[in-house]
């Protein structure tokens, strides 16, 4: 049985709208249907250092579905039912990984 709700699902172009500009070193790519990418580079692997992917929730009653990525691995996901509640939830992770990161740099 599909659990596919479109009806649910936030409308791409306004989730686009919606979610913030990458902070920091944090880069944002926008791709079709949605879908957007919060990359933080890594110049040591080929996989990013860590990763965010934000998209429609047409997979689940969710509006929203926020997926993590530390390197190479899953580091878990999130759905959320407004586009303001996922909005607020990739502000916070953003700078939550900068202030780890930055915490880590030497001063």
Same mark, same amino acid.
């Given at each position: 049985?599909?659990?596919?709700?479109?009806?649910?699902?936030?409308?791409?172009?306004?989730?686009? +709208?919606? =979610?913030?500009?990458?902070?920091? +070193?944090?880069?944002?790519?926008?791709?079709?249907?949605?879908?957007?990418?919060?990359?933080?580079?890594?110049?040591?692997?080929?996989?990013?250092?860590?990763?965010?992917?934000?998209?429609?929730?047409?997979?689940?009653?969710?509006?929203?579905?926020?997926?993590?990525?530390?390197?190479?691995?899953?580091?878990?996901? +999130?759905?959320?039912?407004?586009?303001?509640?996922?909005?607020?939830?990739?502000?916070?992770?953003?700078?939550?990984? =900068?202030?780890?990161?930055?915490?880590?740099?030497?001063?």
């Amino acid at each position: 049985m599909s659990t596919t709700s479109v009806a649910t699902a936030a409308n791409p172009q306004a989730l686009v +709208d919606r =979610l913030p500009a990458a902070p920091g +070193d944090w880069e944002r790519y926008d791709e079709s249907g949605g879908v957007v990418e919060y990359r933080l580079p890594n110049g040591e692997s080929a996989c990013t250092a860590t990763k965010v992917a934000v998209r429609p929730g047409i997979l689940s009653d969710a509006a929203v579905r926020l997926v993590r990525k530390r390197g190479c691995s899953d580091a878990g996901s +999130d759905t959320f039912d407004s586009l303001d509640a996922a909005a607020d939830a990739v502000s916070r992770e953003l700078h939550h990984v =900068l202030a780890a990161v930055d915490g880590d740099q030497p001063q």
